[in-house]
């Protein structure tokens, strides 16, 4: 059983900067991908950006791109998202995610990580 701790999450004004950081428990050899998503109040959970374990392909939702960079240290196994140039709308509690095996899925699909974190939260304020 794989657990994912996140850390990093907190307050900070607008056009600050947060590093969120996301650490495996365990070293799993058929990681695919990892993903960090987001839940703002009264809104659906949104996957904002993935990472590949085996070629570092990213990706990002049109809302964080630019802004938020998503990289990975494998020898740690853990993963990380630079959140710069950060909104009010960027507050929310974030999750980080863990797809283990192989699956022909947008990185975006919630229901093909197997493993998720219990969530940081991070407060934007004006």
């Known amino acids: 059983q794989v657990q994912l701790v996140e850390s990093g999450g907190g307050s900070v004004q607008a056009g600050g900067s947060l590093r969120l950081s996301c650490a495996a428990s365990t070293y799993t050899s058929n990681t695919n991908r990892m993903g960090w998503f987001r839940q703002a109040p009264g809104k659906e959970r949104e996957g904002i950006a993935a990472?590949?374990?085996?070629?570092?392909?990213?990706y990002y939702a049109d809302s964080v791109k630019g802004r938020f960079t998503i990289s990975q240290e494998i020898a740690k196994n853990t993963v990380y998202l630079q959140m710069n140039s950060l909104k009010p709308e960027d507050t929310a509690i974030y999750y980080c995610?863990?797809?283990?095996?192989?699956?022909?899925?947008?990185?975006?699909?919630?229901?093909?990580?197997?493993?998720w974190g219990q969530g940081t939260q991070v407060t934007v304020s004006s």
């Open positions: 990472v590949f374990r085996g070629d570092g392909t990213t």
């Open positions: 995610a863990l797809r283990a095996g192989r699956y022909d899925a947008p990185w975006y699909l919630e229901s093909q990580y197997n493993y």
